[in-house]
């Protein structure tokens, strides 16, 4: 298995479903590296070393180690109920969403909603955004007015990797970023 295979691996056990491997998180989804490392050595080669490299070169930055490095957790993505201790924090004037063209008129209905993780992902730039809606077919980029959800009272967290996340975007407050640059 490759890197990238078991880092993807990796998020599926830390985001997921940890009882793939037989461990546990905790409230805050941290896991015991030992535990984790042990876990997937059952079933593929896996060592310290592997981990910390995976960690250290993964592009999204979607790990963190505790200060002892004793502990590893996803930064966001879960399904499971976890608190990552993210502090509430004012967004930008406007974020982005990238998703593919055959979720628009979901979108355009119902706003943008977690379906099954805890939070809707937003993104700091408009290239990112289209980056990750590529991953779902033709993509298509929405303008969030994430300044104004912050002064209707609606709650912003940004995790360590820049991911921005709120538990949903109401549909007033998106508008496709390519039909906005053609008015």
Not at 39 to 46: D, E, L, S, V
Not at 82 to 100: A, I, K, M, N, S
Not at 105 to 127: C, N
Not at 139 to 165: A, T
Request: charged share 25%; glycine share 8%; aromatic share 10%.
């Amino acid at each position: 298995m490759s890197k990238q295979e078991i880092s993807k691996y990796i998020a599926l056990i830390l985001r997921h479903r940890p009882e793939a491997i037989g461990i546990t998180l905790d409230e805050h989804g941290w896991a015991d590296v030992a535990e984790l490392i042990a876990g997937i050595a059952r079933t593929y080669p896996f060592t310290e070393a592997d981990l910390e490299e995976i960690v250290r070169t993964d592009s999204k930055q979607r790990y963190s180690f505790n200060c002892d490095h004793t502990l590893i957790r996803a930064n966001q993505g879960h399904s499971i109920p976890v608190d990552v201790e993210l502090p509430e924090v004012q967004p930008p004037e406007f974020l982005y969403h990238g998703t593919g063209e055959k979720y628009t008129a979901s979108i355009e209905m119902q706003g943008l909603i977690p379906k099954s993780r805890l939070y809707v992902h937003l993104s700091a730039d408009y290239d990112t955004a289209k980056q990750v809606g590529s991953r779902h077919g033709k993509p298509v980029v929405y303008r969030v007015s994430s300044g104004q959800m912050g002064v209707d009272g609606l709650k912003f967290y940004c995790s360590v990797n820049g991911v921005w996340l709120t538990k949903a975007v109401p549909p007033q407050y998106l508008s496709v970023y390519e039909e906005m640059l053609r008015s």
